[in-house]
């Protein structure tokens, strides 16, 4: 999980504002991933990416909007629609090969709207 | 679409008393169930997985059961320790693809008393 990294820790948005939050890995990993976790819950799937290029709605994915152009990289805007973006955002990626099932998590960005 | 329902929200025990966290989950054709540990404002890390195929799995002080039929798995701690204290989640996950569509329960929050 050291191979994933987000960017930034903290993030303060004012309302009506479209922010974009960073995910990256170097861990050669095909498929990515978005997660939200609120206080005191677990988390849940926002979009997630099995390879460059596509990516599918998990959840809870409206008012959020992802890109996948490179392998390594896995943004996550969190657009004016979303009505409640406070919360803690995780990535995650995992290998694409049969039997390799974990998910390793970023280290994540706490999002507050001011 | 598949629901996890984690038990107890909260646990107390004695340091060097056993901890069990049960987990049901709904979709039959799950095959993946995960379990992470996630530390105050930390990253979740996975610290035991167990497959469909496979009724029991041990690492140390950690074991995964499983039972298919009742769709149901459980997390066991024995000999616990004050650095066991920490938040756990358990998953169930269908691979879709290139990907683990993982689900989550709520979280125990588990204190080692010393």
């Known amino acids: 999980d050291g191979g994933i990294t987000q960017s930034p820790k903290y993030l303060f948005r004012k309302e009506g504002q479209n922010v974009t939050l960073s995910c990256e890995q170097n861990?050669?990993?095909?498929?990515m991933y978005w997660y939200r976790q609120d206080p005191g819950q677990g988390l849940r799937l926002i979009y997630y990416?099995?390879?460059?290029?596509?990516?599918q709605k998990g959840d809870i994915a409206e008012g959020y909007s992802v890109s996948r152009e490179k392998k390594e990289s896995f943004p996550l805007t969190v657009t004016s629609a979303q009505k409640n973006p406070t919360a803690f955002y995780l990535c995650?990626?995992?290998?694409?090969?049969?039997?390799?099932?974990?998910?390793?998590f970023g280290p994540g960005t706490r999002l507050t709207v001011l | 679409g598949e629901n996890v329902e984690q038990h107890p929200s909260t646990l107390s025990v004695q340091e060097g008393d056993s901890a069990v966290i049960k987990c049901t989950y709904s979709?039959?054709?799950?095959?993946?169930f995960p379990w992470y540990k996630q530390e105050l404002g930390k990253r979740p890390q996975l610290i035991i997985d167990?497959?469909?195929?496979?009724g029991e799995k041990k690492d140390q002080r950690i074991a995964v059961t499983l039972n298919k039929t009742a769709k149901h798995f459980s997390l066991h701690i024995t000999e616990t320790q004050p650095e066991d204290s920490a938040v756990y989640f358990c998953?169930?996950?269908?691979?879709?693809?290139?990907?683990?569509?993982?689900?989550f329960g709520q979280g125990t929050r588990l204190t080692i008393n010393p």
């Open positions: 861990l050669n990993h095909d498929a």
């Open positions: 998953a169930a996950s269908t691979r879709i693809q290139g990907a683990q569509k993982l689900v």
């Open positions: 995650a990626s995992s290998s694409r090969r049969v039997g390799t099932d974990t998910q390793y």
């Open positions: 979709d039959s054709a799950s095959n993946y």
């Open positions: 167990i497959r469909s195929n496979v």
């Open positions: 990416s099995q390879i460059v290029n596509d990516f």
